[in-house]
C-alpha cells in the first residue's frame, strides 16, 4: 500500500500532464502482454512490422514491471502538454549517478540483464543511446498516431477537471481506478509496494494514459514530482475505424454530417479527430461544429491549444429523442 498524505496546501496543486514519452514507454509493455494487446490489436500488429529490425530488449529490461522501475526513464513531464523531445532532454540530463542508482535498485534481488549494464558502466553514453531508440520506435509506432491518442487523453484530463470543480478531491479520486481510495485527507493506492508520501506543497501529478490499463503507476521517490499513472477514460474505442453513421430521424432533421458530428461527440474530440473518424474535412467540420455549438447542442473547452468538443445535455436529449423506437 502507498500512502499519500495532502496537507492543507497539497489539493492547490493538484495538476495533470499528458506525456508522450510515458505513452511510448508503456506501449513496449503492451506488444508483450496479452491483455493489453485485447485493447490495441489493430496497434500492437502495425508496431511489430514497423520495428522488426530495432533491438528493444533495453526498453524492456527498464520497465520489468514486477518491481521498480527506474524513474529516468520516464520522468514526470513539467508542462500539461508535453513535446516528446523535451521530455527525452529531461531524461539526458539525469544525473549519472542517479541512473546507476535507479537502476541498480530495480536488479537489487535479481542479476542485472547485460542490455542494462552500460547504464552503469558509463550513464551518460547509455542514456544517449536509449534516446535515439525511443525516438526511432516513436516515429514509427505512436507518432502516426499521436493526434488520436492525445486527444483522447486530452478527453480525460477534460474530465477529471470537471470532476474537481464539481465535487473536490472526493469526486476526482473516486473514480481514477479501483486501487485508489480517497478519505480523510489520506490517498491510498493498493500496490505491492509500501511507502508514505507527505505531499505538502510538492502536490500531485496526475498521467492519463492509453496503454497503462489494467495496473496504476506511481512515482514517489526523489526528487521527482509525486505521480499517478492511471488508465485514461474510453481506451477501447481509440482505434474504431470511424464514427457510426447518424440515426435516419436525425439526419432528417440536421443533416446527415452534422447528425454524425453530434453523434461522435459522445466523448470529448478536437475538430481534428472528429474529421478523421467521419472521413472528412476538418474545415467542414468545424462549420458544422459551430451551427450544432450555436444551438446549444454541444459544448466546446479549450484545453491548452485544443479545443474540445462534447455533447451538451440538450444535444444528449436530442439524440435519445431520434434513436428512441416508436
Keep these: 500500500m502507498i500512502v499519500m498524505r495532502f496537507g492543507a496546501d497539497a489539493l492547490a496543486h493538484v495538476r495533470f500532464a499528458i506525456s508522450p514519452l510515458i505513452e511510448t514507454l508503456r506501449s513496449v509493455r503492451v506488444l508483450d502482454d496479452p491483455s493489453g494487446q485485447a485493447l490495441h490489436v489493430p496497434w500492437a500488429a502495425e508496431a511489430r512490422r514497423r520495428t522488426g529490425d530495432l533491438d528493444l530488449a533495453p526498453l524492456r529490461a527498464l520497465q520489468p514491471g514486477d518491481v521498480y522501475t527506474p524513474d529516468f526513464v520516464n520522468p514526470p513531464p513539467s ?12 531524461m539526458v540530463a539525469t544525473p549519472a549517478h542517479q541512473i546507476r542508482a535507479e537502476v541498480r535498485d530495480s536488479y537489487r534481488r535479481r542479476p542485472l540483464p547485460s542490455t542494462l549494464e552500460p547504464f552503469l558502466e558509463d550513464p551518460s553514453v547509455a542514456v544517449l543511446a536509449l534516446v535515439q531508440l525511443v525516438r526511432a520506435y516513436w516515429d514509427r509506432t505512436l507518432a502516426p498516431h499521436w493526434p488520436r491518442i492525445r486527444a ?26 479501483p486501487t485508489v481510495r480517497w478519505a480523510d485527507g489520506v490517498l491510498r493506492i493498493a500496490k505491492r509496494a509500501e511507502g508514505t508520501v507527505d505531499l505538502a506543497e510538492r502536490g500531485l501529478l496526475f498521467v492519463p494514459s492509453v496503454f497503462v490499463w489494467p495496473a496504476v503507476l506511481v512515482i514517489t521517490a526523489a526528487p521527482w514530482q509525486p505521480t499517478i499513472i492511471y488508465p485514461a477514460r474510453g481506451v477501447g474505442a481509440l482505434w474504431e475505424p470511424g464514427a457510426p453513421a447518424a440515426p435516419g430521424a436525425l439526419a432528417a432533421l440536421v443533416g446527415r454530417v452534422r447528425g454524425s458530428v453530434l453523434l461522435a461527440l459522445d466523448r470529448p474530440r478536437s475538430t481534428t479527430d472528429v474529421a478523421r473518424a467521419l472521413g472528412v474535412s476538418a474545415g467542414g467540420v468545424s462549420q458544422h461544429l459551430a451551427v450544432l455549438r450555436d444551438a446549444g447542442l454541444v459544448h ?14 440538450a444535444g444528449d436529449d436530442l439524440l435519445a429523442a431520434a434513436t428512441r423506437e416508436h
Excluded: M
Design 152 to 177: 483522447l487523453l486530452e478527453g480525460d484530463v477534460l474530465y477529471r477537471a470537471r470532476q474537481i470543480a464539481d465535487g473536490g478531491a472526493q469526486r476526482l479520486f473516486a473514480d481514477v481506478d
Design 300 to 313: 466546446g473547452h479549450r484545453v491548452g491549444r485544443v479545443v474540445l468538443y462534447l455533447r451538451s445535455p
Design 79 to 90: 508542462s500539461p502538454l508535453a513535446d516528446i523531445e523535451d521530455e527525452l532532454a529531461a
